[in-house]
């Protein structure tokens, strides 16, 4: 049962949780230990926030749609979001929820989180990586080679 677990879902769930507990944290440390608020106007903040979750949610159903929950370790997808990013839904994850917390809030702690989200998803996501590995072998290496974990390379066309 944890191998399909883990096929299914990965680290998925525990990001999602730490995502949670640390934009909470920042939201949190701003009432404790005071910094400005970011400087724009609250509806502009609001806006922002909004485009972000929806792009989010578009990126979300995006990468649901190109690697459906019942072929996750069985096919190695390299297209459509995963063409770009090895872990589009981590990244969608924390990008467009800790945008829209920041956004809302306006508070700087809440980069300070997503800064130790993210070095918290790269040690999580190594075991991921190291299964995908185990059932894909060359396949994967070569996949990993030329995309980037969680943030696409912007390259001139060739």
Do not use: D, N
């Not at 502009?44 to 979750?53: D, F, Q, S």
């Not at 994967?140 to 995309?147: E, N, Q, S, V």
Request: proline share 8%; with cysteine.
């Amino acid at each position: 049962m944890a191998k399909a677990y883990e096929r299914i879902f990965g680290s998925g769930p525990l990001l999602l949780a730490l995502t949670i507990i640390l934009l909470a944290t920042a939201v949190r440390l701003q009432q404790l230990i005071w910094l400005p608020p970011l400087p724009w106007p609250a509806p502009v903040c609001w806006g922002l926030a909004g485009l972000a979750l929806a792009l989010g949610g578009a990126s979300l159903v995006w990468s649901l749609r190109a690697l459906p929950l019942k072929e996750r370790g069985r096919k190695l997808v390299t297209e459509g979001p995963y063409r770009y990013v090895r872990h589009p839904l981590y990244s969608t994850m924390f990008l467009s929820l800790g945008l829209a917390v920041f956004f809302v809030t306006r508070t700087f702690w809440v980069l300070v989180a997503m800064g130790c989200l993210f070095a918290l998803a790269c040690l999580l996501v190594r075991r991921e990586e190291a299964f995908m590995e185990r059932c894909f072998g060359e396949a994967w290496r070569a996949y990993a080679r030329r995309t980037p974990r969680f943030f696409p390379q912007w390259r001139p066309r060739k």
